[in-house]
């Protein structure tokens, strides 16, 4: 098959021919290859034995800066929308920062795929925890559920790195979690390639008692940052906050005018 | 990169470690807690592959509260060093794609150690390659190379409290002074007849004025 050459499969897809392997596709073989549809935890077993993905000329989307922080009026989370393969810029309006249930919100960093297929897993698991509970789900809860996802395909070359945002009745909580399975909850983050250029900006300047318009600006200018200095980071930075009620976009921004806003700043201040 | 020391004496068992958590080049976190209390008198801290170490840690800590539910009574510290080290001794030989060989590879440098009401104090040194040994005095990680000879020189079977909380400001000065990544704080806890207590950790602020040679 074209696509399997393509994507340089056939190292180590050990199967003979794909195509007759196709026709002699059982009722069973086809229900375990569409198991997801029925369970979403469960996916076709990958290639027996530990796939080395590394000789595999897949290129995985990947490229991202999102950080986030809890300060008194809540939780900022902000992040950037290109989306890149290789060298290219496979788009530049990707909604990076997704809602998971009323309560929680995520950033994704890493594969796409990856992480949108987790991401609409996570999504589907809450909802169905708050029909079956009557109340929403802890950003605790989901960040373990990504964390056993994680364990469960360590070694597949699965690839993501999540931020969960959201309130408790104990407050606000901020959550790390990527394909590693770790799994930490802090104050201040930042995932992706220009995550380092991003913390410089972000952690001189933070302080918990920040205003809601100190926090929204120290972020974009966190964020404008990360966009001059890292190449996968750029398209529009989108800018959350995450209330005790409700979350909602504060700010959507062509990285483009806060280059002209800060840049300027920069030249004043010196 | 992560430090994690444990020093036995007569009736108590006392552990650090340090509370930073990077992830490549970026510390992630400063107060990350690496001692997890397993039971009412049992202690595992892990240090390693963040992941494994905390599903590890879990699965371990878990299995031993089932234990304690189905039978009435806590795990004796050997088996839970043995119960710790058969799980990864079956892990470093599984082939199975998923969790075992995975969890096994990187995981978990880790000390285990509790206090037991019959057979005293128990201090179980445990590796990745399923090594366990019981000791007096352990240390995980690269700032452990710099404190078995403080251990050697300040060690003795009849230690108090005191001194093993000495011992250890003594092996941070020096894991401050010497190695070259930055461990600021450590975590510091303590088991014993009374159970688990956590002690004031010990900090680069807190050492300031600490004279190591007394």
Not at chain 1, 187 to 214: H, Q
Not at chain 2, 154 to 175: G, L
Request: a neutral charge; charged letters at 20%.
């Amino acid at each position: 098959m074209s696509l399997e050459e393509l994507c340089g499969l056939k190292a180590f897809l050990k199967t003979t021919n794909w195509s007759n392997s196709m026709r002699q596709i059982s009722e069973h073989d086809f229900q375990e290859i569409t198991s997801n549809f029925n369970n979403p935890y469960r996916l076709m077993a990958p290639v027996p034995g530990t796939p080395d993905l590394t000789n595999a000329s897949l290129k995985i989307d990947h490229g991202t800066t999102a950080l986030g922080f809890v300060y008194q009026g809540g939780i900022v989370l902000c992040a950037d929308s290109r989306s890149s393969s290789g060298i290219n810029v496979t788009t530049q309006t990707m909604d990076k920062i997704v809602p998971v249930s009323s309560q929680i919100v995520g950033t994704l960093a890493g594969g796409s795929a990856d992480c949108t297929y987790w991401y609409r897993v996570l999504a589907r698991e809450s909802r169905l925890h708050e029909l079956r509970y009557k109340r929403p789900m802890s950003v605790d809860a989901a960040a373990k559920m990504i964390c056993h996802v994680s364990e469960m395909h360590r070694g597949t070359g699965l690839n993501m790195g999540m931020l969960l945002a959201g309130y408790s009745p104990k407050g606000p909580s901020l959550v790390y979690v990527d394909s590693d399975g770790v799994n930490i909850s802090g104050k201040r983050f930042s995932v992706g390639s220009g995550a380092s250029n991003a913390l410089g900006i972000l952690d001189p300047m933070y302080r918990f008692d920040l205003t809601d318009e100190e926090a929204f600006d120290l972020a974009l200018q966190s964020l404008c940052q990360a966009t001059l200095c890292d190449a996968s980071t750029g398209g529009m930075v989108v800018l959350h906050h995450v209330g005790p009620a409700a979350h909602r976009i504060v700010r959507k921004v062509d990285c483009m005018e806060l280059h002209k806003k800060y840049s300027l700043d920069a030249r004043n201040f010196s | 990169m992560e430090t994690l020391l444990g020093i036995k004496g007569p009736d108590f068992v006392m552990l650090a470690a340090d509370t930073t958590h990077a992830r490549s080049i970026i510390v992630m976190k400063e107060d990350q807690n690496k001692i997890h209390k397993a039971s009412d008198n049992l202690l595992i801290s892990t240090t390693g592959e963040s992941g494994d170490t905390e599903q590890f840690t879990e699965f371990i800590s878990k299995n031993i509260a089932l234990y304690k539910m189905r039978n009435g009574y806590d795990l004796s510290p050997r088996a839970a060093a043995h119960f710790t080290r058969k799980n990864l001794a079956d892990y470093l030989r599984s082939r199975t794609p998923y969790q075992g060989l995975h969890v096994c590879r990187w995981v978990c440098f880790r000390i285990h150690q509790r206090y037991d009401e019959t057979d005293g104090a128990e201090l179980a040194f445990i590796d990745y390659l399923a090594n366990a040994k019981s000791l007096n005095h352990a240390g995980h990680g690269y700032g452990a190379m710099f404190c078995s000879s403080i251990y050697d020189r300040y060690w003795h079977p009849n230690i108090t409290q005191d001194e093993a909380y000495d011992i250890f400001k003594k092996c941070i000065v020096e894991i401050q002074k010497r190695l070259v990544v930055n461990l600021k704080n450590f975590n510091v806890s303590v088991v014993d007849k009374n159970g688990v207590r956590n002690l004031e950790p010990i900090s680069a602020q807190s050492l300031t004025d600490y004279n190591a040679s007394s």
